[in-house]
Structures are given as structure tokens and as C-alpha cells.
């Protein structure tokens, strides 16, 4: 060993690249063990005047013997920890082989059905790393994604959806890795129960040629008149998704110009030529001032068999509208008919009222000594009204002022 090492410190002052190669490959074939090739190469990555490209070559070399020689997945899960710890973390210049083994512990982990600790095995800051292609940090952080949203951490997920620079889809025209993010973006938010973002994903999706992938979701329609335009199929498909999750979505969960979006998404919905019959005539009710009722939504169940997980979600969406309807329509309301009128309990109701308040979505107060409900005319239309009473007015004053006219003309 003391001979190789006498080489190795020649090749490093000689600068020869391809004789280090050599005697590194030499100095591990002559370590009795793994554990001791890990700290002889931590000593190596020590060396003043390091050649690191035929350093890197060593590590991608230590990283096949481990993974071919090692049978145990648990020796193996324990050898490359301490691999990346000892020797890999912290240079800048073994940033792809970082990532080259936080991938390997990931899909270690996963075999083993340890999903936690294969999220957690590639949870690094792979946007701050300037020595890796773009795409590959992409991909490396939908895969962090897909994980987040597997153990349904939805806090690091969100925290991963925000690092991921959406800009790269526009400057590279990456059509797959685009699709993709939408996909796991969509599984993010479906766990968050932000419906209004998965319904705007859904329609983007609709843009992408059905080669890129499928739709997840199963759906009741005639799709045999679509067996031969699988392209239409997929575009209805997404469409129909994003009805669906743009009804049920909720002020509550997603607050940022909720109802203007909701509208804008409710509309194209509505007007495109991809969408079901059915699925219309509920969109339009959702748009119109009429009161719905459950009824008037049962062919949701027939068109997607999973709604009923979304029951309550379906009911209070339903509830919400009709809440906006009686504001329009009253002014003065008892508890007991409001109640009546949007199916929930009175005290849900002034619950409701008092959510609705505080986030400035209506103007009301509850006399609840009388139990009755007064909604504030908009300021809008009280200026309409003063403006109608003051035109009343002038009127009012030019037939008096007539009539005083002709009862002097009478009296002379």
C-alpha cells in the first residue's frame, strides 16, 4: 500500500491524469474491505493539488463495486451514507455524483418499501448545484416531488413545487417534463384540496399530445365514438377533470382571487367544444342566480364514479352558491330560512356568515335576538338609489312648481 501511495503522490505532482486513474483503481483493489475504501478515498480527496477528474472517476468506480459486490440492501443503504458523508458532500465539483447516490440510497430505500427515508435520502438543495444541467435538477425535484406526495408530506411538498423555475419549460419547449410537473403538481394539490389550482392544471394538460401521458381518473362517457381520435379522448378526458374540480372547489382552501378564477375557469369550461353536455348544463347553473339543489347535480356521480369521495365537498360548494343567491335576492332573512334555504344547521349558518365577514366576501350582520340576517346593499347601488331618488326629486319639484303656476294663472 505504501508503494501505491508513492505512486499516487508522483501522478499527482506530475499532473498525469491517466496514470492516477490507474493507481487509484490499484490502491481499492488493494483495501481489504469496503469500509476501508471509503477512508482511504477520504484521505485521497484531501491531497493538496487533487486531480479531480480523475478523482471523480474513482468515486464512480467506489459507487459500481458497492453496488455490484454488496448483497445486503442494509449494508449497502449503511455503506453509501457513509460515502456521501465522508467523501462526497460538501464539493462542488462531485455534485452529479451526488446526486448519481442519492438516487441509488432513494430506489435502495424504496425496495425496501422505507418511503419516508427515500424521501428524505434525496431531499438536498439541488437548485443551489452550478455544476448540473438544468434538466437533470428537474428532474431530480419532481422525483422529490413524487415522493413528498407519496408519504403525503405536504409541507416539503410545497416547499419543493415553489423551487422548481417554471421558466425552464418555456426557454427549453420540454414538453415531457412539463406534463409531468403538471401531473405531480396536480397530485400536490388534490392532497391539499386545492381544487381550483387542479382544475387550471387539468386544462393545461388538455394542450399536450396524448403520447405524453394519460388521465388517472376514471370517467363514464361514451368513449367509443372516440376510439379511433385517442387525441380527443385525452382532451376530453381533462376537460371533463377540470369541470369537475372547479365546482367543488372552495373559497376556504385557496383564497388568492378565488372567485374571479373560479368564473374565468367556469366559462372556458362551459364554451369548449371537448366538454360533455351534461357537464355544461351543471356549469351553467353554477354561473346563473338560481338556487341549486343536489338534485341538480347527480349526473356528476354517473360520470365520475369517485365523486362520492368528494360528497361533502360537492354539498358545501353547493351551499357557498347558494349563500351568494339569498345575498342578491334579500336583504332582511330569519336564520331559520337561510338555513333552509343553503341545507345547513342555523349555527353553521352564522358560522359561515362570520368566515364569509371577516375575509370581506359579504356585508352583513346578525341580529341574533330576532335571529334574522341583514345584508348591506353594495355601495355601488346605494349610489344607483340616491341617484333614482334624486331624479324623483326633480321631478317631483318641476310638478309642484307647475302646478303652483297654473293655480296663480286660476286665482288671476
Not at 131 to 146: A, F, M, N, P
Not at 194 to 220: A, C, D, H, Q
Request: hydrophobic share 40%.
Amino acid at each position: 500500500m505504501d508503494e501505491l501511495l508513492n505512486q499516487e503522490r508522483e501522478a499527482r505532482s506530475q499532473n498525469d491524469q491517466e496514470r492516477m486513474i490507474i493507481v487509484y483503481k490499484k490502491i481499492m483493489e488493494n483495501c481489504k474491505s469496503d469500509i476501508e475504501r471509503i477512508q482511504i478515498c477520504k484521505l485521497l480527496g484531501k491531497r493538496k493539488g487533487l486531480i479531480k477528474p480523475a478523482f471523480k472517476n474513482l468515486i464512480s468506480y467506489l459507487i459500481e463495486i458497492f453496488t455490484n459486490q454488496t448483497s445486503s440492501k442494509e449494508i449497502l443503504i449503511d455503506l453509501l451514507e457513509k460515502f456521501l458523508s465522508e467523501v462526497i458532500n460538501g464539493k462542488i465539483f462531485l455534485e452529479e455524483e451526488r446526486i448519481c447516490v442519492t438516487n441509488l440510497l432513494k430506489k435502495t430505500y424504496e425496495s425496501k418499501k422505507a418511503y419516508l427515508s427515500a424521501l428524505n435520502s434525496i431531499l438536498i438543495p439541488i437548485e443551489t448545484f452550478s455544476t448540473v444541467q438544468e434538466k437533470s435538477i428537474i428532474e431530480y425535484q419532481l422525483e422529490q416531488l413524487r415522493l413528498s406526495n407519496f408519504v403525503q408530506d405536504w409541507i416539503k411538498g410545497d416547499i419543493i413545487i415553489k423551487k422548481i423555475r417554471m421558466r425552464y419549460f418555456k426557454e427549453t419547449n420540454d414538453l415531457e417534463m412539463e406534463r409531468l410537473f403538471y401531473q405531480r403538481a396536480n397530485d400536490f394539490y388534490i392532497g391539499q384540496e386545492k381544487f381550483l389550482e387542479v382544475s387550471e392544471k387539468f386544462r393545461l394538460l388538455k394542450n399536450f399530445k396524448n403520447e405524453l401521458g394519460t388521465v388517472n381518473f376514471k370517467i363514464n362517457f361514451d368513449k367509443e365514438n372516440y376510439e379511433n381520435d385517442e387525441s380527443r379522448k385525452y382532451k376530453m378526458e381533462n376537460v371533463i377533470l377540470s369541470s369537475f374540480f372547479c365546482i367543488i372547489a372552495l373559497y376556504e382552501n385557496e383564497r388568492e382571487n378565488f372567485y374571479k378564477r373560479r368564473e374565468i375557469l367556469l366559462k372556458s369550461n362551459l364554451e369548449d367544444d371537448y366538454n360533455l353536455i351534461e357537464i355544461k348544463e351543471i356549469l351553467k347553473i353554477f354561473l346563473s342566480s338560481d338556487i341549486i339543489t343536489y338534485e341538480n347535480l347527480k349526473n356528476i356521480f354517473k360520470i365520475f364514479p369517485f365523486a362520492n369521495i368528494y360528497n361533502e365537498k360537492i354539498i358545501n360548494s353547493i351551499n357557498e352558491h347558494n349563500f351568494f343567491v339569498v345575498q342578491k335576492y334579500f336583504k332582511t332573512i330569519s336564520l331559520n330560512q337561510l338555513s333552509s334555504i343553503i341545507n345547513m344547521s342555523v349555527e353553521e349558518c352564522v358560522s359561515k356568515i362570520c368566515f364569509m365577514v371577516n375575509n370581506n366576501l359579504i356585508d352583513c350582520k346578525i341580529d341574533q335576538r330576532k335571529e334574522m340576517v341583514q345584508f348591506k346593499i353594495p355601495k355601488v347601488e346605494w349610489k344607483e338609489s340616491v341617484g333614482c331618488v334624486l331624479n324623483r326629486l326633480v321631478k317631483a319639484n318641476y310638478l309642484i312648481h307647475n302646478e303652483i303656476i297654473e293655480n296663480e294663472e286660476e286665482s288671476q
